[in-house]
């Protein structure tokens, strides 16, 4: 029998290049008893990296779309982001001749890249409270969310 894809969700705040450091935001938020970032709760960790690591689903269904023609790109991405992780440059160019950095493409799902982060385990949800937006705006402005399950 094949393996059965996860129901576990991962939940991934990520913060911005520059940003406040990962330990500082999740030790913001939980002075403030903002710990449930996200609707129902999650046990939250805090990370940091040298390098920026991508964050997507996991699960298939991923799609990647040139922010310039709108054209799919999920393939040539998926070869670009192994470049750049052989410590290429993080550049995808698009059928269309547009280059971009990698962050700049379309996905779906969300995904993103990341140096620091905040990794909630068993989430309920990927819905942010209330609290925690307004929170997370302030500490790291542009933060995504990004769910993986498995």
């Known amino acids: 029998m ?3 894809a996860s129901s576990r969700l991962t939940a991934f705040v990520l913060g911005p290049a520059g940003g406040a450091p990962a330990t500082e935001v999740l030790l913001a938020l939980s002075a403030e008893g903002e710990v449930d970032v996200v609707e129902g709760g999650a046990d939250w960790t805090a990370h940091e990296a040298e390098r920026e ?3 997507a689903n996991g699960q298939g269904g991923f799609r990647v779309v040139c ?7 999920t393939s040539r991405f998926w070869k670009a982001l192994e470049a750049w992780r052989q410590g290429g440059a993080r550049t995808f160019t698009c059928t ?3 280059s971009s950095d ?5 996905f779906f799902p969300a995904a993103g890249f990341a140096a620091r ?6 989430a309920a949800s990927l819905d942010l409270t209330p609290a925690a937006q307004a929170r997370l705006e302030s500490l ?9 399950r498995g």
Do not use: I, M
């Open 2 to 4: 094949p393996p059965r």
């Open 67 to 73: 922010p310039a023609c709108e054209a799919q790109a």
């Open 96 to 98: 269309c001749g547009v």
């Open 140 to 148: 790291w402005p542009g933060f995504r969310v990004v769910g993986s």
């Open 117 to 122: 982060w905040l990794r909630g385990a068993k």
């Open 53 to 55: 690591h991508f964050f």
């Open 102 to 106: 990698l962050a700049e493409l379309q």
